[in-house]
């Protein structure tokens, strides 16, 4: 969308000085796990969302936040797990053998791709490249070049 983008810092500044309120955050907690979410926005579209999701507003009970952190170990464990299995596979090692070794020199540098891509769009139609004709001189005629009388 054109126009002037803002950073939520200037917008906040920018507020303040309009006499507006800065938008609010609060942390919300999921009541099943014990995950918090600190920092999200407070106002009434968003918190009607993480209503429907059912977060609750607020840092979770003691409980259930000592309940998730200590689940934190076994999360990190299973994500490495997974990534091994993955990296496991053929199809990760076919992407990987496609892709070629990350340290190896580029094949082709990036003056090449860019003239290989506008040949290709000039080739396909999407780009029309305006035919320059050479300039004929103006013909004259018996009344001078202007058409006028002399």
Do not use: C
């Amino acid at each position: 969308m054109p126009g002037i983008r803002l950073t939520p810092k200037e917008k906040a500044s920018g507020l303040k000085e309009i006499g507006g309120t800065v938008q609010p955050f609060i942390t919300w907690h999921d009541p099943e796990t014990g995950r918090e979410f600190p920092h999200l926005p407070a106002d009434a579209p968003n918190a009607a969302n993480y209503m429907i999701r059912g977060f609750r507003m607020g840092p979770a009970p003691k409980e259930l936040k000592e309940k998730w952190e200590a689940g934190e170990a076994k999360r990190r464990a299973d994500a490495v797990e997974r990534l091994a299995k993955v990296k496991a596979t053929a199809e990760h090692k076919g992407l990987k053998r496609a892709l070629g070794d990350a340290d190896q020199a580029p094949a082709a540098s990036t003056e090449e791709v860019a003239a290989a891509v506008i040949k290709k769009l000039i080739d396909l139609g999407i780009v029309k490249v305006p035919v320059t004709a050479e300039e004929t001189p103006a013909e004259e005629t018996e009344a001078g070049p202007e058409g006028g009388d002399q």
